[in-house]
């Protein structure tokens, strides 16, 4: 079969089984999920023999160590698949919830339901154990989905989207609920932008070139995480051995993630006190740092922080420091140079911390806490398909709420418009 | 100045002012409302004289009298206008709002802010108030508007947009809360459309054409309505007066619109005491009727209803009409003839009317209500942006809360990540 025509018959099988899914009762959906989690647990072997291909061939290609981390799923991964599994399958199903109920002069009762989006494209780059969590979060919320994979985790997959599909099947869902694009060529993902008939939402997970290659080329609606510019700012009134753990943890303890913090902010009546301490640390971690002028004063050996740093995502042990006049100017930075993902203030003084969240355009904004918490599963969500730093329908972690949206339900009796 | 420069100029005004709206009191939005409002009516002889001009070039271009209708403002559009404003006024205002609020085992306070939006770029043809409703509602859910309104309402559009900025500078909010772009061409459009970096969601309301050109050269998030493709499902179980009373005025009471009824489904056992009644009532009203093989044993003067009519939205006094032998049926024929936008089911039995709201895929689910009731006056929302039949974000009337999206606010006291 012609590679457009199997897309698009894979489009509309999802397209119908939305359909039943949409009624799948919560049981039928947590018992899919727990007969998954068996079928991942008993595959083990396959599972693990499946992805060594991967690695491998990935080590020919000379891929990064990082990359290589990506894709790899060894025990531990497959306990976290299995985990997550059962926890979601432990949570509220959002379908059919009434979020508002209110009544009209007319005696028209108007309220809110929420509902399943229908048909969920991922599309997804190094972390095979993604195609795992979208299942388990679109099946739970009633959606379907279709997964789309990059090549570099080809094999691993492909034996996790066969354990997938098998599960369903057993659960007894219909058979679209989840399908699998094993075309890895660009060109399959240029087809499945074109599906706006039949696809109600494309979630791009992978770098900038993925995400702009995504969002340029289709007319269906798009959740996306671009950048992650994360700062932590330590206000006048910051407990300082607070400030030292919290910062340290943002910076140092994943810098490879979208939430690790790569500019600090400190208030420049506490930066005597703070910054050599955490000069220390910052060099003891093996941290590069990059000062604005006023900063060097108490950094002397770091390099001079550009304008251009200011709004470059490292994703790598580097840090940007900078001192500010007050609450005012490190609010203005982070809104100006940042990408509205995750942001910390220290502090002791309540309105401080109030004003910072309220005036802090940003997905999630921290009052003494890391930014590296910016997460599904710490925020009890169970698992997520990603964060989403844009403005429309989701902000943060995307999970099973996320993966619905309310259509209006209005009981009338007979009520027309005059 | 170079076109290009003058609109990213007002982009970034635009933004500039939305950090500035974001923290604005409730009482200085609503003062601003106020004052428009006074100034509508004070300048109703400016208005009409610059709305004459727009009628006048339109007639002399030979444009139809539904489009000089959509542009013409008479003393009680501008009374529309003022009541809107007021409507508004009165409304809570959504901003600072916490929805949710739960505390994780680390005993970091998990919470969701409702938050304004950003820049909202708002595209619209021929309809001069939308400039006003438009600023309404974004005034007071804390956003800046960009306004681009098109050639043929050109003099009525500058009128309105002076004595909207005039209220927005009398009020004292940042002059750039309301950015009205004057150029007309297409070109404009295109360059709004590259100002990701400065506009949060773009909201194309006008015809196919506009909505495909703007979803389909942006990356930044589009809202829009496009086709109207309603039905209204008279069950075996419905009142048959309020069937036909209901029917009739989702089709006839006006027609031109998106929530009109286009598809009449008729379940089987009814169909031999409704429709012979129906037809009479189409007669009069002057209803060209469409009608599916099984239909026409009831209306044999009928033109055959092709499976194109199905998919098409008259905007007319013509109507589909067909026979289903079940409410599975009906329901499958909207979810895949529909557009997702207003259905409704006419029927005294409370399962079916359940069934139908869950099933039908629809952004708005009436049961014993007329379709043309999908509105953000009738729904209470005090005025609306438009009536979304996509997925994402809202479904239904774009009103004050959905010009708004949550942000996490999280409360700690030095929680990191292990």
Redesign the interface.
Known sequence: MELGEQVAMQVKRAKEAS?AM??TTTQAKNNALNIMAGELDKNRALIKQENKKDIEAGRTKGLSKAFIDRLTLDDSHIDAMIKSLSEVAALKDPV?EITEE?T?PNN?I?SK?R?P??VVGIIFESRPNVGVEASSLTIKSGNSVILRGGSDAYNSNMCLGKIIKDSVKKAGLPDGAVEVIENTDRETVGILLKQKEYV??IIPRGGRGLV?FV??NT?I???YHDAGICHTYVDKDA?LD?AV??SM??KV??PSTCNAMETLLVHETIAGKFLPVMKLELINAGVEVRAEEKAKKYLPDALDATEKDFRTEYNDLILNVKIVENLDEAIWHI?NYGSHHSDAIITKNTQA?EKF???V??????????T????GF???LGAEMGISN???????PLALKELT?????????????V
Request: glycine share 12%; proline share 1%.
């Open positions: 359909y949409m009624k059919g209110w009209r028209m108007i339901m509902m989006l229908g109600d939402v702009d969002a340029g007319m609606p798009v959740i407990d607070m753990n919290v943890n943002a303890q994943r809104n911390g969240t309220k005036e355009d940003s997905a999630v904004c921290f009052i003494n806490a890391s590296r918490l910016n997460d710490e925020f009890g844009q403005k429309l329908h989701v902000r943060g949206s309310e259509k209006y339900v209005i009981k009338g009796s007979g009520q027309i418009r």
